[in-house]
């Protein structure tokens, strides 16, 4: 059973991706159903076969969202043409501006309004910032727990991950000096372009394993707000800086 997204609108994740289509302008069944076939963007995520996508229609027009109109096709063949009530036009666009309330949410529901963005060529500016806002509280709670239960830490990176997501979505993994040129001086000369490898917490500090090429790794010690805030976990990519008063060089390693 597909879960109710909201009590107002009384509709699920299926019934609102189809109204938000029919609001721009899919007005036929058939057409409707293709934009879930596999392969699609949308498809990608909530693949759909035709009868489900039919069921979704009828079930948009017993709640007077969507109306069936007469229209004549191409070859002079009796049609039904969809079409919003001006009811349907508000919820469409009141759902596709919500955010989600539960981080579980984020793979389905929110990537869905992502893409419907994305096709209906919508900018998705404003639901990111929306959904980060909502998930702050939330996120902040499960990464503050340093619990060692296995559910804890399963919830801990989930919580970084919706960070890393959101942000990756929004463009904002980019250098602060690509964001804000000339703003960020760093007086550290040595600096290396590394990756993650994976971060131990402790009680107050947590231990960072870089690789910077492979068989190549660097380890550094900071404090674990400064890991939470920095959204740090295995993958996520970094620039290493540092100074160092001795620099040691070593031969015959082979």
């Not at 942000?167 to 703003?183: F, I």
């Amino acid at each position: 059973m597909v879960k109710k997204l909201d009590q107002k609108l009384n509709i699920d994740l299926i019934s609102a991706a189809c109204l938000v289509l029919i609001s721009r302008g899919e007005s036929h069944g058939y057409e409707l159903a293709k934009q879930f076939e596999p392969g699609t963007p949308i498809g990608e995520v909530l693949t759909l076969s035709r009868p489900v996508v039919y069921r979704a229609v009828k079930s948009l027009e017993a709640q007077q969202l969507v109306r069936s109109i007469e229209s004549t096709g191409v070859r002079g063949q009796l049609k039904w043409k969809l079409k919003c009530t001006a009811s349907g036009e508000r919820s469409a666009k009141q759902w596709l501006a919500s955010p989600v309330q539960n981080l579980r949410d984020l793979r389905s529901e929110f990537l869905v309004k992502i893409l419907l963005l994305q096709v209906l060529e919508q900018s998705s500016k404003q639901l990111i910032k929306n959904q980060r806002n909502t998930l702050n509280a939330r996120v902040k709670t499960l990464i503050t727990d340093t619990s060692p239960a296995p559910v804890s830490i399963w919830r801990r990176e989930q919580a970084r991950a919706a960070l890393r997501f959101l942000d990756e979505l929004e463009g904002s993994t980019e250098s602060l000096a690509e964001r804000h040129p000339g703003q960020l001086v760093v007086s550290a000369r040595n600096q290396l372009r590394a990756r993650v490898a994976k971060v131990r917490h402790g009680d107050t500090l947590s231990t960072v394993y870089l690789t910077l090429e492979p068989d190549q790794t660097m380890t550094s010690t900071i404090t674990n707000d400064a890991a939470n805030e920095l959204s740090l976990a295995p993958d996520s990519q970094v620039v290493a800086l540092f100074k160092a008063t001795d620099v040691m060089i070593a031969t015959n390693f082979q």
